[in-house]
């Protein structure tokens, strides 16, 4: 009898196993989102009335249309009047239709018109479609409400905010990604850097050969420079940085090629 009892637990326990075992080592899905990310540069003395529009009316109607909010920033030294923004959609092939439904939208074309009567706000807007890498983090945001509810405050402590665009060289995108993927993101995470999304611009797309862009968050710039002084010294880092130089036939980015910003999170943005 006791054999018999073992014998059917065995058979449970390899039963259960067999039933999960695939699906433990199945990898999340990939994210298959449209990113957008914009940088308007606002005419001089309009980035306040710039920052009011999004706040009561634009990131509402971007909700209420299926455009997903993620984030916006101004650059910590803004001299430029830039303003940051990310937003997404279910695909490329929505984004077209999701904007245009915004653009027509007679809540917007009120909200634009009434905000312009002394002037236009915005002097130029760039725009680059993204798609986010295989290692890059889920990244999610809280909903926004409508109005001065897209004020939001207290979710998380202060951070400041790193954009940062790497340009590899020729043929070392591929290279590049595999040594973010498998050693530069949990090193980030092993010295107090917080990694927010990964992303390459997408096919059609300048930069889609040979560009990398990331988000990070820092406690503050000061605290950015010490995580980064550390992980250089890392003795992973090291290794990977130069077995990652001699599989791609040298540096892995061009001269000047990688860019940083930091930026500090608008009051109305989801991501803070």
């Known amino acids: 009898m006791r054999n018999l009892i073992l014998s059917l637990a065995c058979a449970v326990i390899c039963t259960i ?12 899905d990939p994210d298959k989102r449209c990113f957008e990310m914009r940088v308007y540069t606002a005419n001089p003395g309009k980035m306040e009335d710039l920052h009011a529009r999004f ?3 634009t990131l509402r109607l971007f909700q209420k249309h299926g455009i997903e909010n993620i984030g916006y920033w101004v650059p910590v030294d803004n001299a430029e009047n830039k303003l940051y923004f990310m937003i997404a959609y279910p695909s490329r092939e929505a984004r077209e239709t999701l904007w245009q439904k915004f653009q027509d939208d007679p809540d917007w074309k009120k909200a634009k018109a009434d905000s312009e009567k002394n002037g236009a706000l915005v002097s130029k807007a760039d725009s680059t479609f993204l798609q986010a890498t295989d290692y890059s983090p889920l990244v999610k945001a809280p909903k926004v409400g409508g109005g001065k509810e897209s004020k939001i405050t207290g979710q998380v402590p202060d951070r400041v905010f790193e954009l940062r665009t790497y340009t590899a060289t020729p043929n070392n995108l591929g290279n590049l990604n595999a040594r973010f993927r498998d050693h530069t993101v949990k090193l980030f995470t092993k010295y107090g850097m917080t990694n927010i999304g990964y992303w390459v611009p997408m096919a059609d797309q300048p930069g889609a050969q040979d560009t990398l862009i990331y988000f990070l968050a820092h406690k503050s710039q000061d605290a950015a420079k010490e995580s980064f002084k550390a992980f250089g010294g890392d003795a992973e880092w090291t290794a990977a940085r130069k077995a990652s130089e001699e599989k791609g ?3 892995l980015t061009i001269r ?3 860019k940083s910003v930091f930026m500090k999170p608008t009051d109305y943005s989801p991501l803070r």
């Open 55 to 57: 706040r009561d009316h």
């Open 17 to 28: 196993a067999t039933t999960l075992a695939p699906h433990a080592s199945q990898a999340a």
């Open 256 to 258: 000047g090629g990688v």
């Open 249 to 251: 036939g040298g540096p």
